[in-house]
């Protein structure tokens, strides 16, 4: 990892795990409550509440910028300084992914089938269009299938194939995922210390995936090269107060969040409008982060909560959405509490039980997947390890046997 100072560390745990709680925020509002559109008693503490709930989207484009910064400026940094080794990149990115995904697949599954054998009579599973807030992209009960279990697993989502069951947050996690091989295509390609024939097909692996993968992950590509661009300059003098990169940046959240939150009607961006509103808050995170990168200290809550929050904000982000479809199905079905309805007191407190709900099941989740990350990144180099003695020994032993056969008789 790079070799941050630890106020900007803490800032960048500060900012992980938060960004994870508003897309978990926007996810339970989507479910529980109507667009603010809809809403009839309006009033500033609600409009607040439906701003501060509906910060996903860009906290979306916070995770491609820290992810930038942090996993393809290391790998460029150890490029530049000779000590890149593309395997253990490799490993890295697939032990840090897979470990919770695979998993979450699993699991999300199991609970997806169980809401809907057992609590559907809110149709929520079957026939969630019916309900216009619900951030549910396909229909459950069409997606619960192997082909899609293995086109998520192979990265495919939103691509190929449709995510798997509910768990919406899918489509990012293999755009993160192609980014990362993306990456590694170039460094390799770039490797002076490697054979040309490598260095080729390194190559030749990076043009398939410009040619084959879509546009809207090409596009989002740059915003997490700026993350990479941002790893280079954490120690640039930039002359502006951490104060007014602050300001600057809540300003442009502001004028994004408006035009998702409070603009008439529900008409979607085109794609040219929906990447400048995603670039404009990944360089106003920029900003913000060079603004405070020279920071001796970082007085905001504790270092230790910012780091153990930011130790399972991947597997909250990535487990959230199927439980919390399953939490608000058993409610309407066993309980009679309605979700997507007008906002109120009442309907606060049960936002606020199932936030503290779906948090105890994530840290739960994570301390049998994420955490033992480093655990499965050892299995990998020792698997890797034993299949590379195994091919020494076999060029070993053809070595041997041509030079027996071609050895002239004694």
């Not at 697993?153 to 293999?174: C, I």
């Not at 770039?190 to 024939?197: C, D, F, L, M, V």
């Not at 959240?253 to 409008?273: E, M, R, W």
């Not at 270092?303 to 199927?322: C, E, G, K, N, Q």
Request: glycine letters at 8%; one cysteine or more; charged letters at 10%.
């Amino acid at each position: 990892m790079l070799n941050l100072p630890t106020p900007y560390a803490t800032l960048l745990n500060c900012c992980r795990w938060i960004a994870a709680l508003l897309v978990v925020l926007q996810h339970l509002r989507h479910l529980l409550f109507v667009d603010y559109g809809a809403v009839v008693h309006k009033s500033i503490a609600l409009k607040a509440f439906y701003f501060l709930t509906g910060l996903g989207t860009p906290a979306v484009v916070v995770f491609f910028v820290m992810s930038g910064m942090l996993v393809g400026g290391t790998a460029a940094k150890r490029f530049a300084s000779a000590q890149y080794d593309a395997t253990d990149y490799a490993v890295h990115r697939a032990s840090r992914i897979y470990t919770v995904l695979l998993p979450a697949l699993l699991v999300g599954g199991i609970l997806d089938m169980i809401g809907l054998l057992f609590f559907n009579d809110s149709q929520l599973y079957t026939n969630h269009r019916q309900y216009l807030s619900t951030p549910i992209g396909s229909v459950v009960a069409e997606t619960l299938n192997l082909r899609t279990f293995l086109g998520n697993a192979a990265m495919t989502q939103s691509w190929l194939s449709p995510v798997y069951g509910s768990n919406v947050v899918l489509w990012s996690l293999a755009y993160e995922w192609w980014y990362y091989c993306l990456f590694w295509a170039v460094l390799g390609a770039a490797s002076p210390s490697r054979r040309i024939a490598a260095r080729l097909a390194f190559g030749a692996f990076g043009v398939v995936l410009l040619c084959v993968l879509p546009k809207e992950i090409l596009a989002w590509f740059s915003i997490w090269l700026i993350g990479v661009a941002l790893a280079w300059q954490q120690r640039l003098a930039v002359k502006i107060h951490p104060v007014a990169g602050l300001l600057l940046f809540g300003a442009i959240l502001v004028g994004v969040q408006y035009s998702y939150t409070f603009k008439a009607g529900n008409v979607p961006d085109s794609f040219a409008i929906h990447y400048l509103k995603d670039l404009a808050v990944a360089i106003g995170f920029c900003l913000l982060l060079l603004s405070v990168s020279r920071l001796r200290t970082f007085r905001f809550g504790s270092a230790r909560l910012h780091a153990a929050m930011a130790d399972f904000s991947y597997t909250t982000y990535l487990v959230h959405f199927p439980f919390s479809v399953l939490l608000v199905a058993m409610a309407y079905d066993c309980l009679g509490i309605r979700f997507v309805q007008q906002p109120t007191v009442v309907g606060g407190a049960y936002f606020v039980a199932l936030l503290v709900v779906m948090y105890l099941y994530s840290y739960g989740f994570a301390t049998l997947t994420e955490h033992k990350t480093g655990r499965v990144r050892q299995a990998l180099r020792r698997g890797l390890d034993a299949l590379n003695g195994l091919r020494r020994a076999g060029k070993a032993t053809v070595g041997r046997s041509r030079g027996a056969a071609g050895a002239p008789l004694q």
